[in-house]
């Protein structure tokens, strides 16, 4: 899966309904091979409809989304065998852990992909390592892990399908911060040794984006507001207050520094330390 491509959609909820409502208008933008992609922005603004329209669950009222070049709706048919190829992660996805221990729960997507014994137990263990659940772990019911754990358990569920396009929707939430890193820091490590596979991250905190996302979508009540790098993005707080969201705290106060030399767009505290050292030392 080289690109995945939105082109001029639009999605209605309701549609010629008394309830009708428009999620998404006229969103173009493009999913490069191998990079996290964040999607942010206000609460209400279409990031899970996004989602939902990437996996197939649902069907753009107006324009295309292309897989390969090919539109996702050609065949109707065939949506079932794309989203084979995509790894969907719904918020709260612990909730949806069933089978009697851990490693069980995991092997159930790539066991009813048709992968063999062997390559099973190597995806599992895999994909387990991805997201810190020990070894010791994987014969427990997942009913008495901790809340944290189970959510590790269920993304690894989603990575052990080997999805060629990973999708995830706000999948730290509610987390502290330490889990919060262990399971996004995972997630970026599948695609750095998967180095094909394509990341959207769907968070609205920019904290995780900043240390997390090559590059960025930014949705304001459903239309594109910008699409760049990270750094560009961050460069620009007056786009980033227009869509309701705040700076990390850490680019707010470098970005305050700049009458200093600091450069503008920082994103991380060993950024930040790097660049007031170098001020220090000359």
């Known amino acids: 899966m080289s690109v995945v491509t939105f082109e001029h959609v639009g999605y209605t909820y309701s549609a010629k309904t008394p309830f009708e409502h428009e999620a998404l208008k006229d969103l173009s933008f493009t999913l490069q091979e191998g990079r996290v992609t964040g999607l942010v922005g206000h609460t209400g603004c279409g990031k899970s409809t996004v989602a939902m329209l990437l996996d197939g669950l649902e069907r753009p009222t107006s324009g295309r989304i292309l897989i390969d070049g090919r539109d996702l709706w050609e065949e109707p048919k065939k949506v079932r065998e794309i989203r084979r190829r995509i790894g969907l992660v719904f918020q709260y996805p612990e909730y949806q852990l069933f089978e009697e221990t851990v490693e069980k729960d995991i092997a159930f997507g790539p066991r009813n992909l048709g992968k063999s014994e062997d390559e099973i137990r190597t995806l599992v263990h895999s994909a387990a390592q991805f997201v810190g659940v020990g070894e010791d772990l994987l014969k427990k019911s997942p009913f008495e892990l901790s809340g944290g754990e189970r959510r590790r358990a269920a993304i690894a569920g989603v990575l052990a399908m080997d999805p060629e396009l990973l999708v995830l929707d706000e999948p730290a939430a509610g987390l502290d911060p330490r889990g919060r890193a262990d399971i996004l820091g995972g997630v970026c490590a599948y695609r ?32 594109l507001l910008f699409h760049g790098t990270t750094k560009e993005v961050f460069c620009r707080p ?39 050292l170098k001020r220090l030392d000359s």
């Open 238 to 276: 007056d786009l980033v207050r227009e869509a309701g969201l705040a700076l990390p705290q850490i680019t707010r106060i470098t970005n305050a520094l700049c009458d200093l030399g600091i450069p503008e767009g920082i994103t991380t505290t060993e950024e930040a330390a790097i660049e007031i």
């Open 192 to 223: 750095r040794e998967k180095q094909n596979r394509t990341v959207l991250l769907i968070s609205h905190s920019m904290e995780d984006m900043a240390r997390f996302a090559d590059d960025l979508i930014v949705l304001k009540e459903g239309e």
